[in-house]
C-alpha cells in the first residue's frame, strides 16, 4: 500500500520561502513520475509541478515556474518543493501525488495520478 505523508507547510508572510517535503513508502518511488498539486478554498486542485522518475524532466504551472523547485531524492524515497516569493494566491493545501502521467497541452499540464496524501496548509500572509 502506498503512502504519501507531506510535512514542511505552515504559515509564511509574503515573499517567503518553504520547502515541502513528501515521504513516500509502499511502491516503487524511484520509477514514478511524482507531482504538487494544491487546492485552493473554494477552487478546484490544480496542478503545480511534476518530476520524472530519474529527474531528468521537470514540469512547472506557469503561477509557479520561476519561483519553485521540485527535486527528489530516490535514494530517500522523498520528493521536495522548494517554493520562494510565495504570494498570498499560493495560500492552498498542498497534495503530494505519485505513480502517473504528467502531459503539457500547451499552457496547461494534463495529469492522472494513482495515489495522493493527506495535504500540508499552507497560508501565505499579506
Known amino acids: 500500500q502506498v503512502q504519501l505523508i507531506e510535512s514542511g507547510g505552515g504559515l509564511v508572510q509574503a515573499g517567503g520561502s518553504l520547502r515541502l517535503s513528501c515521504a513516500a513508502s509502499?511502491?516503487?518511488?524511484?520509477?514514478?513520475?511524482m507531482g504538487w498539486l494544491r487546492q485552493a478554498p473554494g477552487k478546484d486542485r490544480e496542478f503545480v509541478a511534476g518530476?520524472?522518475?530519474?529527474?531528468?524532466?521537470?514540469y512547472y504551472a506557469d503561477s509557479v515556474k520561476y519561483r519553485s523547485t521540485i527535486s527528489r531524492d530516490n535514494t530517500k524515497n522523498t520528493v521536495y518543493l522548494q517554493m520562494n516569493s510565495l504570494k498570498p494566491e499560493d495560500t492552498a493545501v498542498y497534495y503530494c501525488?505519485?505513480?502517473?502521467?504528467?502531459?503539457?497541452?500547451?499552457?496547461?499540464?494534463?495529469?492522472?495520478?494513482?495515489?495522493r496524501g493527506q495535504g500540508t496548509q499552507v497560508t501565505v500572509s499579506s
Open positions: 509502499g511502491g516503487t518511488f524511484s520509477s514514478s513520475t
Open positions: 501525488a505519485a505513480g502517473g502521467t504528467v502531459i503539457r497541452a500547451g499552457a496547461k499540464f494534463i495529469y492522472n495520478f494513482h495515489y
Open positions: 518530476i520524472s522518475p530519474n529527474a531528468d524532466n521537470t
